[in-house]
């Protein structure tokens, strides 16, 4: 069972459980980081999004970070993620940080590693605040917190058969 299932079986026990009548109305309380993995198998966007589902929230907003087939004006094939031993870890410290935050209900985030191709999804951030336009900004952030924090390193893959690194110290 990965960890995405692993939320979700938790999250359908919780409200299946019997309930004083007054948290049957709020629904079970569940912590605000939903899921957080990095690795090198294909990120299920649906289960993000379930992650962060959530009766409280009025908005959900989910991000999804792809391969695209162009860099500039070259022309990209795939691209290679290579992380950093502590890039789960500094992921969760992201994930925490931001959950924190007054207003946040929930959130998941995830990122790959490894080879790509075109069309693959790198990137998945999904948030649950009570208003639209408090999740826009949170999920904003967080995308922009983990490409500015996390130690992960690009390479490019060009059509002409050269490659590149990007965002590499």
């Known amino acids: 069972m990965n960890e995405a299932d692993d939320v979700l079986t ?3 026990q919780a409200q299946t459980q019997v309930q004083p009548e007054s948290a049957a109305v709020a629904g079970p309380t ?3 980081v939903r899921l957080v993995a990095v690795g090198a198998a294909p990120l299920d966007v649906v289960a993000h999004e379930r992650a962060v589902a959530d009766p409280r929230a009025g908005a959900q907003v989910v991000f999804t970070g792809v391969v695209r087939d162009h860099d500039h004006d070259r022309r990209v094939l795939a691209l290679e993620y290579e992380g950093h031993p502590s ?3 500094v992921l969760r410290e992201i994930a925490a940080d931001l959950a924190a935050r007054p207003g946040t209900i929930a959130l998941a985030v995830s990122h790959r ?3 790509l191709l075109v069309g693959d999804v790198a990137l998945v951030a ?3 605040t009570a208003h ?3 999740a826009f900004a949170l999920c904003a952030e967080l995308v922009d917190t983990v490409k500015d924090r996390l130690p992960i390193w ?3 893959v060009f059509a002409d058969g050269t490659d590149e690194w ?3 110290p």
């Open 132 to 134: 639209r336009q408090a």
């Open 10 to 12: 938790r999250m359908a």
């Open 30 to 32: 569940l912590p605000p």
């Open 166 to 168: 990007v965002n590499c």
């Open 154 to 156: 690009k390479r490019q």
């Open 126 to 128: 999904a948030v649950a």
């Open 87 to 89: 890039a789960e870890q």
């Open 113 to 115: 590693v490894g080879p």
